[in-house]
């Protein structure tokens, strides 16, 4: 099965050549790599370009192409364009400050080739904290164990909605590319537009009674820590902080799942809210604007204490 990996590029200069590493290391290499640069300032497209023309032969074999923007779309315009670009059977996205373990294709490609998976969310390393997703022990009862450190999910979509859970933070999913052919990342939004766009794959994949979700852990994505990300934002004003395009999706839902999930993407928005705004005026401010917000969440809290 062929490979295809897509990196959006925006000043990662002091970055970038580490992720391209990871994948020049690979076990087994990635039939294709698509590099989109969002018009970066910090000559990171440069830095990829002249990395790529040293690599060793066996990379040679890869398809590499590299397109640069003429303005800044943001990281949802180029995934989208990078995911049109590709043609392999297979497709992940990793960001140009993140890492991957040199086992992860051979691993990934073995669950999807021969364990038949459709979906697979990666667990995460966040570092230099070391901080591990998900909380394993939490959802255990919910897995199956195909491989070491490989499961299928049982109940996909109770999995991925659970408070233990982290899917789409660091691009953390492998998927057919089948099932991501008619959904795209909202181009509207520039934060937890992961979560959204997987979670919408996830349903189309769910759509065949016959698909399998699974899970790889064992650090096969390290994400780093970047002071002054989009996930580590401090800001100013409360009206900076614009609502999670999931809990803008399925306002209006009766789904359970559903509903799950924007319980939990909407309390880590909350306590991202109260941990970034720059003073307490500015806190309350953010109450004030959303205060119809907090009784939903207090109802979807006590709904996933429920069976």
């Known amino acids: 099965m062929k490979y295809s990996i897509v990196i959006p590029l925006h000043n990662k200069a002091p970055y970038v050549c580490e992720t391209l590493q990871s994948i020049v290391d690979q076990t087994v290499l990635p039939y294709e790599l698509i590099i989109v640069d969002d018009q970066s300032t910090d000559g990171s497209l440069e ?18 192409e590299l397109i640069a923007l003429e303005e800044n779309r943001g990281v949802s315009y180029a995934r989208n364009l990078g995911f049109s670009t590709t043609s392999g059977d297979i497709v992940s996205f990793i960001d140009a400050d993140d890492v991957y373990a040199p086992e992860l294709i051979q691993k990934a490609t073995q669950l999807i080739a021969v364990e038949g998976m459709d979906f697979v969310v990666l667990g995460i390393q ?23 450190d490989a499961y299928r999910m049982k109940h996909p979509l109770k999995t991925v909605t659970s408070r233990h859970f982290v899917m789409g933070v660091g691009s953390n999913v492998i998927a057919k590319r089948k099932w991501m052919e008619t959904v795209r990342f909202d181009e509207n939004v520039r934060f937890y537009e992961g979560i959204d766009f997987w979670y919408r794959v996830l349903k189309v994949v769910l759509n065949d009674p016959d698909s399998k979700v699974g899970m790889l852990m064992g650090d096969q994505l390290r994400v780093r820590e970047v002071e002054g990300s ?53 806190k309350i401010r ?9 009784p939903r969440q207090l109802y979807y809290f006590l709904l996933s204490k429920t069976p």
Do not use: C
């Open 47 to 64: 830095l990829a370009a002249r990395f790529l023309e040293q690599v060793p032969e066996r990379f040679r074999s890869v398809r590499v």
């Open 126 to 148: 966040l570092f230099p904290s070391h901080v591990r997703y998900p909380a394993f022990r939490k959802i255990a009862p919910d897995l199956e164990e195909v491989e070491t």
């Open 230 to 282: 989009l996930s580590r934002k401090k800001y100013r004003s409360s009206r900076e902080l614009v609502l999670p395009p999931v809990l803008v999706r399925y306002k209006n839902s009766n789904d359970r799942y559903d509903k799950l999930l924007m319980g939990v993407v909407g309390a880590r928005w909350i306590a991202h809210a109260f941990e970034n705004l720059s003073s307490r005026r500015q």
């Open 286 to 294: 953010f109450v004030i604007r959303h205060a119809g917000l907090f």
